[in-house]
């Protein structure tokens, strides 16, 4: 668990990140959307309302309950059981600990996988981490 300073570098590390997720997040939350603050492993904002509904289930790379990026969730109101929560926080964690390079990290690891005749969603390093995550509750 990371300390009060360690959350704080995290935050600041991430914090490229966050920013773009506040601006996708920010129709979501104009069109009769919330915002909720979480700190459970990690501080993260989730956000949720009819535009987020409508853009994750047609996601370019498949539907999906929610999405992270930094330190901002997007999620569906009707997906969002525990599990996904705290499979989305293992990314916030992931976020914080890679920063701006999570997305190139992220990249890099379903590349990997593919390279390795695997899926690259279910063999993402990062992927299945935080699905042991989920399984610690």
Do not use: C
Not at 35 to 51: D, E, K, S, T, Y
Not at 82 to 88: M, W, Y
Request: aromatic fraction near 10%.
């Amino acid at each position: 668990m990371l300390s009060g300073l360690g959350h704080l570098l995290g935050i600041v590390w991430a914090a490229p990140l966050t920013a773009f997720g506040l601006l996708v997040g920010l129709p979501i939350v104009l069109w009769r959307g919330h915002v909720q603050f979480v700190h459970a492993w990690a501080p993260a904002i989730l956000i949720r309302g009819p535009i987020a509904d409508f853009l994750l289930r047609r996601h370019p790379f498949g539907a999906m309950n929610a999405m992270t990026i930094g330190h901002v969730v997007i999620a569906t109101h009707d997906g969002l059981s525990s599990r996904v929560l705290i499979h989305e926080l293992a990314h916030v964690r992931q976020g914080a600990r890679w920063g701006i390079l999570f997305p190139l990290a992220y990249l890099a690891s379903s590349l990997w996988a593919l390279i390795r005749g695997k899926d690259a969603y279910w063999h993402n390093r990062f992927e299945i981490a935080a699905r042991r995550a989920e399984k610690r509750i």
